[in-house]
């Protein structure tokens, strides 16, 4: 759940794949050519306890089939797996190098921030060597986690150290699954500027500057998202229609990239949409969308053209939540820097 990588060399792959977190440490991003999703296995229409998942994440909402709680036990599994002695080149059978390939279908696409999509065992293992290899101490948990039979969205909250600097930033890894379970189509969307501004103090918040003003955003939790909205609401996103995207959204805090505390007026968060929109000319199509109890999640994919004149693989995740809450998870990265100046930090990041 962003970006191109085929001008940066080999240790800007390596560096981009350290920065991704969880599942989504692997390099890969979104192919814009690639279109919606492969079609999911069909799942079993009845919803499991998955008690093993439940107890280690802070929520888990939606219809939770088997092969939802099979995948979620391995991405566990993956995150718990001490790395322990650094893992080589090709080495798959290193058991947390393995634990993470356990996750994928041998054919499964890895889409992240940056390029095109990586696909199969051999390119996803090879970066997750590279990534623990770089970052052998990334932890994360499960946030918000959505499951919607044969599709997840694993909301969590990623820790590594990148240069001797402890970093934490939160992610969206969403998934498409077959019927054992395993990751058939994978996406991550996190910000690599909260990554590496720790390393490149040259960067600037793109949304610096952005505060409350004017009176509350009252009127409580408002109208659950539905999926008669999903149209509207990407024409919204591609019309730059901040009115409607702020009306449509929940009356609670707007939580997002850059942001130094949520915004809990309507000025305020206007203002935010109206700074993207100033940086960014977006060309979405639907994704996928969770529903769950008191959560949903909603994914928009495709490219962004930058104030720079890049057009650039790109995507957002928006969540709505219990009490009105509206989450957005997006790369702002490309909105503030061209390839070159991506490229030379990605070269300082792997350096020793």
């Known amino acids: 759940m962003m970006r191109g990588t085929k001008m940066l060399g080999r240790a800007g792959a390596v560096t981009m794949a350290v920065v991704s977190g969880v599942s989504g440490m692997a390099l890969g991003t979104a192919n814009p050519e690639a279109g919606a999703a492969p079609q999911a296995a069909v799942a079993?229409?009845?919803?499991?306890?998955?008690?093993?998942?439940?107890?280690?994440?802070?929520?888990?909402?939606?219809?939770?089939?088997?092969?939802?709680?099979?995948?979620?036990?391995?991405?566990?599994v993956f995150g718990e797996t001490p790395t322990g002695t650094l893992p080589q080149a090709g080495?798959?059978?290193?058991?947390?190098?393995?634990?993470?390939?356990?996750?994928?279908?041998?054919?499964?696409?890895?889409?992240?921030?940056?390029?095109a999509a990586q696909r199969g065992h051999t390119t996803i293992g090879d970066s997750i060597v590279k990534s623990l290899r770089l970052a052998p101490d990334l932890r994360y948990r499960g946030t918000?986690?959505?499951?919607?039979?044969?599709?997840?969205?694993?909301?969590?909250?990623?820790?590594?150290?990148?240069k001797g600097h402890k970093v934490a930033y939160p992610q969206i890894a969403r998934?498409?699954?077959?019927?054992?379970?395993?990751t058939m189509q994978a996406r991550r969307y996190y910000d690599r500027y909260t990554v590496f501004r720790s390393a490149a103090p040259?960067?600037?918040?793109?949304?610096?500057?952005?505060?409350?003003?004017?009176?509350?955003?009252?009127?409580?939790?408002?109208?659950?998202?539905?999926?008669?909205?999903?149209?509207?609401?990407?024409?919204?996103?591609?019309?730059?229609?901040?009115?409607?995207?702020?009306?449509g959204a929940g009356h609670g805090a707007l939580t997002a990239p850059g942001l130094a505390a949520p915004l809990e007026t309507r000025d305020g968060k206007a203002a935010y949409l109206r700074r993207l929109f100033d940086h960014a000319d977006l060309r979405l199509q639907a994704g996928q969308v969770a529903f769950g109890r008191t959560n949903t999640y909603v994914e928009w994919h495709g490219a962004v053209t930058s104030s720079k004149g890049a057009k650039i693989p790109f995507g957002i995740v928006e969540r709505f939540g219990p009490a009105g809450e509206w989450e957005l998870t997006f790369d702002t990265l490309p909105l503030i820097a061209d390839q070159a100046e991506i490229g030379a930090m990605f070269q300082r990041l792997s350096q020793p």
């Not at 986690?145 to 150290?161: I, K």
Request: proline share 5%; with cysteine.
């Open 175 to 182: 998934n498409v699954l077959s019927d054992d379970g395993k």
């Open 44 to 76: 079993a229409p009845a919803s499991v306890e998955c008690a093993e998942v439940r107890d280690k994440v802070g929520t888990l909402e939606g219809r939770v089939t088997p092969n939802a709680c099979a995948f979620m036990k391995r991405q566990i």
């Open 91 to 115: 080495g798959t059978g290193h058991p947390r190098v393995a634990a993470y390939l356990d996750i994928f279908d041998p054919e499964a696409t890895l889409w992240e921030a940056g390029g």
């Open 202 to 247: 040259e960067l600037r918040n793109l949304f610096e500057g952005i505060t409350d003003s004017g009176p509350l955003d009252e009127g409580g939790a408002g109208r659950p998202f539905r999926a008669d909205d999903i149209t509207t609401r990407l024409a919204a996103w591609n019309g730059e229609d901040v009115e409607a995207l702020t009306g």
């Open 144 to 162: 918000e986690v959505v499951a919607d039979g044969a599709v997840v969205m694993f909301g969590q909250w990623n820790e590594v150290t990148i």
